[in-house]
């Protein structure tokens, strides 16, 4: 499985984004994606998540700025990033998570940088 991300780039700080996230190879049986973000000396926190029955969920610090969405199955999905802040500026990866015969399967993207200027 092969996750790829595209959409990062440099913003200014009220701006809007969107990253798209594209899986490849044998995506069957994902259960959910999600991005996450890591910014310098940060550990990497949760963004936004879908599951394979559309259900989201976000970190609080993006609650009502950030949308998460998917394309007609579970193989793409984006991010719409709105209001953006200095503090948004981080390396977004796409994850996904698939369920194997005995356990789950955790796949990443090599991640795209959002850098948010004041």
Known sequence: VQLVESGGGLVQAGGSQRLSCAASG???????MAWYRQAPG???EL??????SGDTNYGDS????FTISRGNVLVT????MNSLKPEDTAVYYCHARQRGLFREYDYWGQGTQVTVSS
């Open 47 to 52: 963004v936004g998540m879908i599951s394979r």
């Open 42 to 44: 940060k550990q990497r």
């Open 26 to 32: 044998s995506t069957f049986n994902f259960e959910e």
């Open 77 to 80: 999905i984006y991010l719409q």
């Open 62 to 65: 993006v609650k009502g700025r």
